[in-house]
Nanobody, 123 residues
């Protein structure tokens, strides 16, 4: 199973920025895309965005214009740049490695997950 390591979470005031990193430490299946999800306390894990193997990115409407996904292939690392953070962005953020051609928005499509990193936005 692929192994992913996340870093970069923390506490920030509303309007601030954070950058999350997700490094692929080991891969044992063909990764078709990498995704970011988040899970707020008491809620289900929700899709934030993804980057395909060809570099195409997509983020959900609620974070469009604020969050950007990128990657550094040489470092086997994907990033989530989060600007203009809002209290509603408070959650544990997870990166995932997707296998196959199923929907990027479904957690079931992902074969491996990072350990999660807490992002807390205060007013």
């Amino acid at each position: 199973q692929a192994q992913l390591a996340e870093s970069g979470g923390g506490r920030v005031q509303a309007g601030g920025s954070l950058r999350l990193s997700c490094m692929i430490l080991r891969r044992t299946f063909d990764i078709s895309a990498m995704g970011w999800f988040r899970q707020a306390s008491g809620k289900e894990r929700e899709f934030v965005g993804r980057i395909t193997t060809s570099g195409h990115t997509y983020v959900v409407e609620s974070v469009t214009g604020r969050f950007t996904i990128s990657r550094d292939n040489a470092k086997n690392t994907m990033y989530l740049q989060m600007n203009g953070l809002q209290r509603g962005d408070t959650a544990v953020y997870y990166c995932g490695a997707k296998r196959g051609s199923s929907s990027s928005e479904s957690p079931e499509s992902y074969g491996a997950w990072g350990q999660g990193t807490q992002v807390t936005v205060s007013s």
